[in-house]
């Protein structure tokens, strides 16, 4: 059975889960599961993913490309090093790197899986995110909700009904969801957020303060465009003082070398306290809060109605966020899951069941968009050229189909221009336009009839079709084809060159991790994992004539030459003692 595995592709970190035994696991390589979403580039040009990446973020921000997650969806051309790349491609890089950890883990080729979006992603950010995917070498099986997934975490084996308010604050993006789940059927009632709201936010907050303190303090004028080294030392050292801060009171932020004024270096010292932080992000966490309102507003729900709170994401564990949820709902919130990895275990559930495995659950998702077209009208009692006329409503159930029939304006009208929008307002220009395409009519009279239909599968890709209802003439398309960022050539030519750049690398975390052949002997894929944990911590020179002695070791155990396997083995073994 060819593996389908769960990944959580995040804005700060990501990971990869399978069903093990019967159980959706985290797969781990001497770490807690968790890939930093950090990429960058070495000075030799090797592309560097998770803590490596992470690591010279810092020392090399203009080689370094972190929170790429929040630009997905977008044209926004990302500067990595000497070169430019789309937010796919960048995505691409951190997928690979989960590819290549379970591949590892579990001994065999993995070209399938399922990935998580927020639920408020849009529909050009989920095609994005189908795209990176491909780039990488995945066939996405399918594309869920992070909310719906963090519920089959909790809840997949449960029996009895239970309305589940799922509250998702990670790094870059915001979701709450309300579900309801019985007897192993997962149903999205309502879900609403903010794709521009996480803990990239309060990280900036406290970077503000701490620029503002130099200011004031020290004369001392900080900004990223004249001083990348130390903005990022600042943004990283405000991220640590958020993570203490969810266990402290206080927390102490000290930066030597910062920057120098008359030729003195000035040494960053800052006390920031629980109730300061939480006074720069309050207007932030009521924007949460308004969202959990109209979650509850959209299921038709009141508080009370509410069995259980579930916390995802690795900015809930903020202790006012808690006290807000328990003041609102009269209950506390669960967090039994790691909120860093109850998304990814819960891929690897749908992912078990895209494969056969508990295949008796059904998991049922909602829009969290309206998708319409617009047409003559009236918008507020006014006569409206760009009504806009919904087909599709937010919160309707996937998949989905709707179909709308509209008159032709005028006598032998030649044309129409058909435009595909996606929002809540009355006036379409104050949505979201999608797609346009013009359908060409044959002469009819007017008030002729062409329908519209639209047709919203669950990974939220939207196919139309319009009809000319007196001569059956149709047009088709499809909007992920509208909104992908890349051509046929375009899509090869990026998956060429991330693939080039991934096999440049060197060091497991970097590109070029060396993979044990399936069915190798124990000792053989021991000792490989065994000198990948090392690498990092190997001279320049010792970690060149490791990997060069690891990929002999590979090639002599794919082609089952053991005795030579074995003796460079023995040669790796001598490296790793004194590294080690």
């Known amino acids: 059975m060819e593996p389908v595995v769960g990944i959580d592709l995040g804005t700060t970190n990501s990971e990869v889960a399978y069903i093990i035994d019967g159980n959706a696991t985290v797969l781990e390589n001497n770490d807690r599961g968790i890939l930093p979403s950090c990429v960058g580039v070495d000075e030799s040009g090797n592309v560097l993913v998770g803590a490596p990446a992470l690591n010279q973020a810092v020392a090399a921000p203009e080689r370094t490309v972190m929170s790429v997650k929040r630009r997905m969806g977008s044209d926004e051309k990302i500067r990595m090093g000497d070169t430019e790349y789309m937010p796919q491609e960048i995505s691409a890089f951190i997928l690979k790197a989960l590819k290549a950890r379970a591949e590892n883990q579990l001994g065999r080729p993995v070209n399938r899986a399922v990935i998580t979006v927020p639920a408020y992603f849009t529909d050009a950010q989920r095609q994005a995110t189908r795209e990176a995917g491909e780039i990488a070498g995945l066939e996405v099986a399918r594309i869920i909700n992070e909310p719906t997934a963090a519920a089959l975490a909790y809840e997949s084996q449960r029996k009895e009904g239970q309305r589940i308010l799922v509250y998702d604050l990670g790094g870059g993006t915001f979701d709450v969801s309300i579900v309801r789940i019985e007897e192993g059927v997962v149903e999205v009632l309502s879900s609403t957020g903010d794709n521009q709201l996480g803990g990239d936010d309060f990280d900036g907050r406290i970077v503000d303060l701490l620029v503002e303190h130099c200011r004031d303090e020290y004369a001392l004028k900080l900004s990223p465009e004249n001083d990348p080294t130390a903005y990022a030392r600042l943004k990283r050292a405000a991220e640590a003082a958020k993570k203490t801060l969810s266990s402290a009171p206080y927390a102490n932020i000290e930066e030597d070398h910062i920057g120098r004024k008359k030729l003195r270096d000035i040494h960053l010292s800052y006390e920031l306290s629980r109730p300061v932080f939480e006074d720069l992000i309050r207007d932030d966490l009521d924007r949460t809060m308004e969202s959990v309102n109209r979650a509850l507003k959209d299921a038709s729900l009141l508080p009370s109605a509410i069995d259980k709170i579930i916390l995802v994401g690795g900015s809930t ?31 690897a559930i749908q992912g078990g069941r895209e494969m056969g495995i508990d295949a008796a659950g059904l998991l049922l998702d909602v829009t969290p968009y309206t998708f319409g077209t617009s047409a003559l009208g009236e918008v507020n009692g006014e006569p409206c050229m760009t009504m806009f006329v919904p087909l599709i409503r937010r919160n309707t159930k996937l998949p989905t189909a709707r179909t709308e029939a509209f008159y032709t304006v005028y006598d032998d009208q030649e044309a129409v221009d058909v435009k595909v929008f996606q929002g809540e307002n009355p006036d379409a220009l104050d949505n979201i336009q999608i797609g346009r395409y013009n359908f060409e009519l044959s002469r009819q009279p ?72 399936a069915g190798a002997p124990p000792d053989v894929t021991e000792m490989l994992k065994r000198a990948e ?46 590294v080690g």
């Not at 001569?471 to 909007?479: S, V």
């Not at 155990?557 to 040669?571: H, I, L, P, T």
Request: proline share 4%; hydrophobic share 40%.
């Open 317 to 347: 564990r903020i202790p006012l966020i808690s006290k807000l949820l328990e003041e609102k709902f009269g209950q506390l919130p669960h967090s039994e899951i790691d909120p860093d990895l109850c998304v990814a275990i819960g891929a």
């Open 446 to 517: 007017q008030g002729s009839v062409v329908t519209l239909h639209f047709d919203l599968d669950v990974n939220g890709i939207l196919k139309i079709e319009a009809v000319e209802k007196a001569t059956g003439k149709k047009l088709n398309a499809t909007i992920e084809n509208a909104l992908s960022r890349f051509s046929d050539e375009e899509m090869a030519a990026s998956r060429d060159r991330v693939q080039a750049m991934w096999g440049a690398g060197e060091a497991e975390g970097t590109a070029g991790t060396v993979e044990p052949p």
């Open 533 to 578: 944990s090392l690498l990092d911590e190997a001279s320049p020179e010792d970690r060149d004539e490791m990997v060069n002695l690891m990929e002999d070791i590979t090639d002599a155990a794919r082609s089952g030459d053991m005795e030579e396997a074995r003796k460079r083995m023995a040669e790796l073994e001598e490296i790793l003692f004194y």
